[in-house]
């Protein structure tokens, strides 16, 4: 309220003594006024019996020929005071005569009812935020967010005509209209629509702000396995977990992009079926998520450019079709480097909020401008053998904890699928083998993974990867023959493959007393079939680690690029990359991965000297019995 002028002496003296007369907004209630209190009001009708009288648009009555003391016409302006407001609804005023008042002017101020309390056919006023506006051929459809949850709210100006078109995504809004049910869901039937400003906009914004972060809390788990290293990230995984709450609160969607192997499908469907079910459950419809998040593999083990072009492509079509924000990337087991700075950069034209869970190893001073938020172990002075798999476990169960059991034996498929040699791989094992998956079921489920995986290229495969993990999976039965089949087949030609190229494998004994494995991958290894390139190189290695007991590098490379695996040498391949790029003029040298897993491109003419000059850097390399697979995992 705030104080007029009208009958004012011009003094304050005496001010809390004199009557107040109120001047009611326009769109002011019933519930604005009082019984006994005074108001401004118009003659909007004169009968016989007295005048009707408007004091709001919405609030009007009598002032009976007995409590009238003068002649008025329509028009007229006269003081009344509310006498009754009867169980009809009609309300009776007498005419006032004062000498000396102060009018004080009111604002509508409405019973404003949650979204989480609306119940169908009730008039309701909401005060909420724009998170979405969708044009159809019918209404224009405003999805708005409070402190308690989102409801769609329907418009009607004419067929396919955008109603409230002043209004748009993130303002503060007042909705009144009725409230419908619309395929199990309440949807309010607008009646009006205004935007808010000045402070009653940014009150409306600080209590949707207050219940957002309220209601973005994740759940506090208790950790699967205790294991100290791996609590020095839980209070960033906890950081993620609430922004990726929020984000689903907020109305905006979310972009998983994630390495296409087993420990990136480890990663990202957990995550992926905690955030659908979460959706679901604020959004109190079983399509949202599919409006609402997108999991998609990269096969290149970094955001390529190809990948960022097609997101952004489908993120502004659903801008421009659906009325959506552009949404939220979350990066799995991939976007830590140096490398995937341009398709950051093009993502930041457009303001789109990028979130990190990864194993690589970093270049923080590369990315962490770029970047929301940015998990990595190497960021707590641990390393890869903390598997983003791992990571995202926890993440999933601190979204939503109900998903716990269906997760017992993710951990130790990731770990074994990435070669991880943690100290608590053991603990992981034991924890699945205690759900029914003894320690060969975890390497065949991680085989069909990375089969799957393969001939998927750059498709989701919900159903088919959910069904292969047992994640969100409905038949165990079909889980079973499933994996059987898909590991059969990736044994198949794993064995086929490595048979072309064992006769064509050099071998040499390096100065460290290291193994080197090469092959031409490009001239002894079929192509476009499974396994690629690095998967072809990974089980090479794995089999001459085997044969010889000792330290051993494996080299796979084709024109323009190599694969690289170590046994028991820290090879510390990030920096060795960037010696190459230094010292290999025109080498065009660029890469990365971890101590032992990684992989270098390169421009195809200087092919031998980038490769001669990674040799003698192996041959450099410290022999390390801590980085030795006989070290992994007890039989």
Not at 420 to 437: C, I, P, Q, R, T
Not at 571 to 599: F, N, R
């Amino acid at each position: 309220m705030t104080a007029g002028t009208a009958g004012d002496s011009g003094t304050d003296a005496g001010e809390s003594s004199r009557p107040i007369v109120y001047d009611l907004a326009p769109d002011c209630t019933a519930d604005d006024v009082d019984v006994g209190d005074h108001y401004h009001a118009v003659v909007n009708g004169v009968v016989a019996y007295g005048v009707f009288v408007d004091v709001s648009d919405d609030v009007s009555g009598l002032v009976h020929e007995s409590n009238l003391t003068g002649d008025y016409d329509v028009g007229d302006r006269l003081l009344v005071r509310l006498d009754e407001i009867r169980e009809n609804g009609d309300v009776a005023f007498a005419e006032a005569t004062l000498d000396d008042y102060r009018t004080v002017a009111v604002d509508h101020r409405p019973t404003v009812t949650p979204v989480d309390d609306l119940e169908t056919g009730e008039t309701v006023t909401v005060e909420a935020t724009v998170s979405q506006i969708k044009q159809t051929a019918g209404p224009t459809v405003f999805r708005c967010r409070d402190a308690t949850g989102i409801v769609a709210c329907t418009a009607f100006e004419d067929a396919g005509v955008r109603a409230y078109p002043e209004v748009e995504i993130d303002d503060a809004v007042r909705i009144a209209g009725t409230v419908e049910e619309h395929e199990g869901s309440p949807q309010i039937e607008v009646e009006s629509l205004a935007c808010l400003t000045g402070e009653a906009a940014e009150a409306v914004r600080e209590r949707v702000g207050a219940g957002l972060d309220e209601r973005a809390e994740p759940h506090d788990v208790d950790p699967l396995v205790e294991w100290d290293a791996f609590e020095k990230l839980r209070p960033d995984l906890r950081a993620v977990a609430k922004q990726l709450r929020r984000t689903v609160l907020e109305g905006r969607p979310i972009r998983v992009r994630h390495h296409a192997d087993g420990d990136g499908m480890c990663a990202s469907l957990p995550v992926q079926v905690a955030l659908e079910r979460f959706i679901r459950a604020v959004h109190d419809d079983d399509d949202a998520p599919r409006h609402l998040i997108k999991r998609l593999p990269s096969k290149a083990p970094y955001y390529e450019m190809e990948d960022v072009t097609r997101d952004l492509n489908f993120a502004l079509e659903g801008r421009e079709r659906h009325g959506q924000k552009l949404p939220l990337l979350l990066m799995l087991d991939n976007g830590s480097t140096e490398e995937d700075v341009p398709a950051y950069e093009n993502l930041a034209h457009y303001d789109v909020p990028i979130v990190v869970v990864d194993h690589h190893h970093p270049d923080p001073d590369a990315v962490d401008h770029l970047l929301d938020a940015h998990v990595n172990p190497y960021l707590a002075d641990e390393d890869y053998r903390i598997t983003t798999g791992m990571m995202c476990v926890e993440l999933a169960r601190m979204i939503d904890p109900d998903i716990t059991d269906e997760l017992r034996h993710v951990p130790a498929v990731a770990g074994l699928a990435d070669r991880s040699k943690a100290e608590a791989m053991n603990d992981f094992v034991d924890l699945a083998d205690a759900g029914g998956y003894g320690r060969d079921d975890l390497v065949r489920i991680g085989e069909a993974l990375d089969y799957a995986a393969h001939w998927l290229r750059y498709s989701e495969g919900k159903t088919l990867v959910s069904d292969v993990l047992n994640v969100d999976c409905d038949d165990e039965r079909r889980h079973e023959e499933l994996v059987d089949f898909l590991a059969d087949r990736a044994e198949r030609d794993i064995d086929r493959q490595l048979a072309a190229l064992d006769p064509h494998v050099e071998h040499e004994r390096l100065d460290n007393d290291a193994h080197l494995y090469r092959v031409d991958l490009d001239d002894f290894a079929h192509r476009f079939t499974y396994p690629a390139p690095g998967k072809t190189t990974g089980n090479l290695h794995d089999r001459k680690v085997e044969e010889t007991g000792d330290p051993v590098i494996t080299i796979g490379y084709g024109p323009d690029f190599a694969v690289l695996r170590s046994d028991g040498v820290r090879l510390d391949i990030p920096k060795m990359v960037a010696e190459l790029d230094d010292e290999v003029v025109g080498g065009g040298v660029s890469g990365g991965g971890h101590l032992v897993v990684g992989s270098i491109k390169f421009v195809t003419g200087m092919r031998s000297e980038v490769i001669d000059a990674l040799v003698g850097k192996m041959a450099d390399a410290e022999l390390d019995e801590a980085l030795s697979s006989a070290t992994a995992l007890d039989p």
